[in-house]
């Protein structure tokens, strides 16, 4: 079976630990869990679109790790051409 977030999941950068899951639920157009999250820099580094963008995003679920992808906009139908159609 598929990974299920609910919320207060672990989230990880680079291994290591900078927020959690607030938010999540299964996106079924995506095919799979989708969550929001809270996060915050452990180094210091300003958190703006380059980090986002940069690094190896994780998700600590019970006790396995999954890789996730991150983004700052919507991963389905970012430029609402569904809705404007």
Same mark, same amino acid.
């Given at each position: 079976?598929?990974?299920?977030?609910?919320?207060?999941? %672990?989230?990880?950068?680079? $291994? !290591?630990?900078?927020?959690?899951?607030?938010?999540? &639920?299964?996106?079924?157009?995506?095919?799979? +869990?989708?969550?929001?999250?809270? %996060?915050?820099?452990?180094? $210091? !580094?300003?958190?703006?679109?380059?980090?986002?963008? &940069?690094?190896?995003?994780?998700?600590?679920? +019970?006790?396995?790790?999954?890789?996730?992808?991150?983004?700052?906009?919507?991963?389905?139908?970012?430029?609402?051409?569904?809705?404007?159609?």
């Amino acid at each position: 079976p598929e990974a299920i977030m609910f919320h207060g999941e %672990v989230v990880l950068r680079n $291994g !290591e630990v900078v927020g959690d899951i607030r938010a999540a &639920s299964y996106g079924h157009t995506l095919g799979g +869990a989708v969550g929001l999250s809270m %996060v915050e820099s452990t180094s $210091g !580094e300003k958190i703006n679109k380059k980090y986002i963008e &940069s690094g190896q995003w994780q998700v600590q679920i +019970a006790d396995r790790v999954y890789p996730a992808s991150v983004s700052l906009k919507p991963m389905y139908d970012p430029t609402n051409e569904t809705i404007k159609a």
